[in-house]
């Protein structure tokens, strides 16, 4: 069974620094490209970066990039997101969610709550 | 940036009837686009994927459909477990975008 569980969030200060961490397990995790897809509050899905399965390809989106930063262990069956100078609005729930080669999503994590806030 | 427009923004329907959904991409994205359903509280869940293909445990009422650059999905006979908020999302070219989602809800 695919598991896609997700640790590291909480209540932190802006502008300061957080790192998730997305364990999975039940496939081959080298084999796969992964993200991270945001949801605020009341508000609809974000993607937020994506890694491919050797780490050859990193995409982030605008609203994170320089500020985010998307690795993975292939070792360790663990994807990670590293969040620094963070603002209120990066405040939301965040999914660690596999990408098949068909383009889509097809395993997602429950999620981990990261609240910006002083 | 590809863009992803979906409506309506939300929906009301009675048991039984048949509900549709649009997304329109702001560039062709061929058949790369997939769809999900996300209930109160919990993950979104994978529907449809390469646009009409079904994926695994998701009933057959559940089917999509593409016509150039615009995407639907169609519950053929609304039940109650369909309630929730659907979207679309497009993962062929970075940056990967959702659309807005619908807002399904029982009349």
């Known amino acids: 069974e695919v598991q896609l569980v997700e640790s590291g969030g909480g209540l932190v200060q802006p502008g300061r620094s957080l790192k998730l961490s997305c364990v999975a397990s039940g496939f081959t995790f080298s084999n796969y490209g992964m993200n991270w897809i945001r949801q605020a509050p009341g508000k609809g899905l974000e993607w937020v970066a994506y890694?491919?399965?050797?780490?050859?390809?990193?995409y982030y989106a605008e609203t994170v990039k320089g500020r985010f930063t998307i690795s993975r262990d292939n070792a360790k069956n663990t994807l990670y997101l590293q969040m620094t100078s963070l603002r209120s609005e990066d405040t939301a729930l965040y999914y660690c969610?596999?990408?098949?080669?068909?383009?889509?999503?097809?395993?997602w994590g429950q999620g981990v709550m990261v609240t910006v806030s002083s | 940036d590809i863009q992803m427009t979906q409506s309506p923004a939300s929906l009301s329907a009675s048991l039984e009837e048949i509900v549709t959904i649009t997304c329109q991409a702001s560039q062709d994205i061929g058949n790369w686009l997939s769809w999900y359903q996300q209930k109160p509280g919990k993950s979104p869940q994978l529907l449809i994927y390469?646009?009409?293909s079904l994926a695994d445990g998701v009933p057959s009422r559940f089917s999509g459909s593409r016509s150039g650059t615009q995407y639907s999905l169609k519950i053929s006979r609304l039940q109650v477990e369909d309630i929730g908020i659907y979207y679309c999302?497009?993962?062929?070219?970075?940056?990967?975008?959702f659309g807005a989602g619908t807002k399904l809800e029982l009349k």
């Open positions: 969610a596999r990408k098949n080669w068909g383009y889509y999503f097809d395993y």
């Open positions: 890694i491919s399965s050797g780490s050859s390809y990193i």
């Open positions: 999302l497009q993962a062929y070219s970075a940056p990967y975008t």
């Open positions: 390469g646009a009409t």
